[in-house]
């Protein structure tokens, strides 16, 4: 790293001054969208500067409120009018999501004397990582541990992880914690599920328990025993993306079967129907069964999704144009 007058700082340390996850800005640096000011060439970490703390809180803003991949780029690339219009679009939900959060903002008894730390997450979108993650809870009896969502909680965020040994799908938040010991959950989707979407919520863990609270409501989280996949570990060892392809969600038919994928210099096609799409990287064929595509395709947020393609055998990264935060890994089939 050569010397500048600017300071480089890590991208965990830049995740959290900008409010993003390291996984959102690693989404983003693939866009194009929040690019590092530095990539060391032997271990690619990323490094960035405090410079690009504008441009980040921008995007973390701008995802916040459910904008579309291409209107946060033409409020970042355009000239300042064009941005405050676009912005200026959306002023009304953001009022509206302040007042929410400012009713919310209320006193949450916190448990700073527990072995374990706690977190507070926005109600609404713990819902929703819910709802994006359960497509991929298992349902096979062999594996009863995958019937459960994986929950996370570390000082920084909470993860939620769900998968069927077919699709893998993960989702990080910020959260604010307490002082205390990282912990981990395996939790029915039940449970999950019907905890309040409104306001704030503290999850809180003790030894071999773990309960939701919010206002003066305690929910307790039914627990599914046995050890959950190392997900991380699967992430870590996917093989480099060849293909990428940045496309409409709607792009998989409702039809049942096998589906055939081919992106390649001519395009994309799905069944042999061709599919507006962003091809970069090599020619690529690639099938999977519909249903198992089209439910990990429904998680997604937003009108956009970008495709990483390693090989046909190996599994295909699913993100979120809208959220980085959220990852999918769908299985290939043989054609």
């Known amino acids: 790293m050569t010397d500048s007058a600017e300071e480089f700082v890590t991208i965990g340390a ?29 271990s690619g970490y990323r490094y960035y500067t405090r410079a690009q703390s504008k441009r980040a809180n921008i995007i973390r803003q701008l995802r916040e409120i459910g904008m579309p991949l291409d209107q946060v780029t033409s409020a970042l690339e355009g000239d300042g009018a064009a941005a405050v219009e676009i912005v200026d679009r959306h002023v009304e939900e953001l009022a509206t999501r302040a007042r929410a959060a400012a009713e919310a903002a209320v006193s949450i008894r916190r448990m700073f004397d527990e072995t374990y730390c706690t977190a507070t997450v926005a109600a609404a979108e713990f819902a929703s990582a819910v709802k994006r993650v359960a497509s991929a809870v298992g349902t096979s009896e062999e594996f009863p541990v995958l019937r459960g ?35 981990s959950r395996v939790a029915t989707v039940g449970s999950l599920e019907v905890v309040p979407a409104s306001g704030t919520l503290v999850l809180t863990a003790t030894d071999g328990a773990m ?6 409501t305690r929910h307790e989280v039914d627990l599914v025993d046995g050890d959950f996949p190392d997900w991380r570990t699967i992430m870590d060892g996917l093989a480099p993306t060849v293909t990428r392809v940045v496309v409409q969600r709607d792009f998989v038919p409702l039809d049942s079967g096998t589906l055939r994928i ?16 962003r091809i970069t990287g090599s020619e690529m064929t690639v099938f999977f069964d519909a249903a198992v595509l089209q439910a990990a395709v429904a998680s997604a947020v937003g009108p956009d999704l970008m495709l990483d393609i390693a090989a046909p055998d190996h599994p295909m990264l ?10 999918t890994l769908v299985m290939p089939v043989l054609g």
């Open 149 to 183: 969502v994986l929950v996370e909680v570390d000082g920084t965020a909470v993860t939620l992880t769900a998968t069927d040994r077919y699709r893998l799908s993960t989702r990080s938040l910020v959260a604010q914690s307490s002082p205390g010991a990282p912990w």
């Open 14 to 42: 830049f995740a959290r001054s900008s409010g993003l996850t390291p996984s959102a800005l690693r989404f983003y640096d693939d866009c194009a969208l929040l690019v590092p000011a530095f990539i060391d060439a032997k």
């Open 262 to 277: 081919d992106a390649g210099p001519d395009g994309l096609t799905v069944e042999g129907v061709a599919v507006p799409a």
């Open 211 to 216: 309960a939701v609270e919010s206002d003066d």
């Open 318 to 327: 699913v993100r979120s144009a809208v959220d980085g935060a959220l990852t």
